[in-house]
């Protein structure tokens, strides 16, 4: 009798750290989609920022139409990007908007008046807000990948990551070329 009831108490215990390692796993794993559905979100909020900037700097600097045309085309990566889950392509995406961004600086820098101008400065302010945002949610990012994967690369954890069909998250990294200052030329 005595071992029944001890067979019984290790299968429940077994059990029971089944569930809780399988909950732990799943639980992290939202935890980063969510993280990465913050950057989404920042990233969409910047791009919406952006037409009003554009139409801002058109309004000063109207032969300046490449840049334009490529701060649109930017802004349909980034667009399109959000709505998958491929962290290397938010990443590029992210990297090619803001390299148009620092083109569209560039044009207002050409622009004394532009730059006085409320709307424009207002528009400005709002995305280097934003830019903090999506630095801050990159990294909150970072940060729940990190944990995940340590969960599903250490022991006990390993053993439930295939039932909990879990699997390590790729970090959001700075595409090449984003650790240098861009340089604009025209």
């Known amino acids: 009798m005595l071992i029944a009831l ?54 000063y600097a109207t032969h300046e139409r490449e840049v334009f045309e490529q701060v649109t085309a930017a802004r349909a990566g980034v667009q399109a990007a959000a709505a998958g889950d ?20 560039a044009v207002a820098e050409n622009y004394p008046e532009l730059k006085a101008s409320q709307n424009f400065l207002q528009l400005q302010g709002q995305l280097a807000e934003t830019e903090n945002q999506i630095a801050f949610a990159r990294q909150y990012y970072n940060d729940a990948v990190a944990t995940l994967n340590k969960l599903v690369a250490t022991i006990p954890w390993m053993f439930f990551s295939g039932i909990a069909n879990v699997h390590r998250r790729e970090f959001y990294d700075a595409p090449e070329g984003q650790q240098v200052a861009p340089k604009v030329e025209f």
């Open 6 to 59: 001890v067979v019984i108490v290790v299968i429940v215990a077994l059990a029971g750290f089944a569930v809780v390692g399988f909950n732990k796993l799943r639980t992290r794993d939202i935890e980063a989609q969510e993280a990465l559905g913050g950057i989404d979100v920042q990233l969409t909020r910047r791009a919406e920022l952006i037409p009003n900037l554009v139409e801002t700097v058109k309004g």
């Open 86 to 105: 491929d962290v290397p392509a938010k990443a590029a995406a992210d990297a090619a908007l803001q390299q148009a961004l620092v083109r569209v600086n």
